[in-house]
């Protein structure tokens, strides 16, 4: 099974993912601290930091189909930008309408800052277009903002590719690529990064991005191990320096997991076994349960809040039921929207491809 270790990440990232929110959005938790103080704050600070392993995975798997090589490629920048939109959105689109309803419906059984307001015409359109954030709007769903954020920060790549390719014309220039990365990660940690009032714009997170895109080359075989350091070296060397400046965790943890991506992100895993075959599910189900597990919290902390004792255990027994119910969400989420959306596209996709060509 290759890119196995992507998988376990994606995994444990996702639950991750799911506790936090459980831990900083519910009432539920609210009575849990009582008896478990220490866990249910670790959950709702420090477990936020799971999503820079989609940030790193994200720039990995970015360069693995864009530009494997590093090389200057001639992209169709509209084509590839609108073909991630069709990836990301049709399946968010679904969910933030799944959201918008569950708040409505949770508002009935409980009063807490978590539920929004009723969706406006113009919130749900920001929210479609994967600019609700740039434009001001509230997100209607925990976690929205990353998906606005992964489209920004793959048109960025398209970008550089594009921008590239019309600099190096026939001639290949392999560190043109790189180069211009680690130029816009360096601007990311040592001054973006900085500024909380940037988080909904792309090169806040490109530093993150810039290491998964690092990994990927850093770690192709094909490459001398000269030019392996260097491609490291030139995105790695910005972000210790951001760190010796200004440490921060988050950029630490993305280090790391691109470090671990450099190392043995194309490891090949035997195939087999029970532990694996969970594994992978949860990656593969992973974005529809990113999706799908803040409007299912909402209703699981509303019927708790309602119809159950406000008891620290049968509440903590609520939390479990959350995270359960948004797995089981998140694997019907994808089975019935996320691959079915995804097939239609596709279809259509190449049946306007087709009519073109004719």
Not at 78 to 87: E, T
């Amino acid at each position: 099974m290759k890119y196995g270790v992507i998988n376990l990440l994606k995994a444990v990232a996702a639950q991750l993912i799911v506790l936090h929110h459980l831990a900083f959005y519910g009432p539920m938790a609210d009575h849990v601290r009582l008896i478990l103080p220490d866990l249910i704050d670790w959950l709702a600070g420090s477990a936020r930091l799971a999503v820079q392993v989609f940030l790193v995975v994200g720039g990995f798997l970015a360069a693995k189909s864009l530009a494997p090589s590093a090389q200057p490629v001639m992209v169709e920048p509209l084509g590839a930008i609108w073909r991630r939109y069709a990836k990301l959105a049709p399946p968010f689109i679904a969910a933030t309408l799944i959201a918008a309803i569950a708040s409505v419906l949770a508002s009935q059984w409980m009063d807490h800052d978590s539920i929004s307001a009723p969706a406006t015409v113009g919130q749900l359109a920001a929210h479609a277009a994967l600019a609700h954030g740039v434009l001001g709007y509230p997100s209607l769903s925990a976690g929205a903002w990353y998906v606005a954020i992964d489209f920004q920060l793959y048109a960025m790549m398209v970008a550089i590719l594009w921008l590239a390719a019309r600099i190096s014309g026939p001639v290949r220039r392999a560190w043109l690529v790189p180069s211009m990365v680690a130029v816009l990660g360096g601007f990311s940690v040592m001054y973006f990064n900085l500024n909380s009032d940037l988080d909904n714009w792309g090169p806040y997170f490109f530093g993150s991005y810039g290491l998964g895109l690092a990994a990927w080359w850093a770690g192709d075989p094909r490459r001398k191990t000269r030019g392996a350091v260097m491609v490291q070296a030139a995105i790695f060397l910005p972000a210790l320096v951001a760190l010796a400046v200004n440490f921060r965790s988050r950029l630490a943890l993305a280090m790391m997991v691109a470090c671990a991506l450099v190392i043995c992100g194309r490891a090949e895993i035997e195939k087999g076994g029970r532990i694996w075959s969970v594994i992978n599910a949860l990656a593969r189900t992973s974005y529809s349960v990113f999706l799908i597990h803040f409007p299912v919290c909402l209703l699981v902390n509303a019927a708790f809040t309602r119809f159950v004792p406000a008891d620290p255990v049968l509440q903590g027994l609520g939390m479990l039921t959350a995270w359960g119910a948004s797995l089981a969400a998140g694997a019907a989420f994808h089975r019935w929207v996320e691959v079915p959306l995804g097939r239609l596209l596709q279809s259509s996709s190449r049946t306007s491809s087709a009519a073109q060509r004719a």
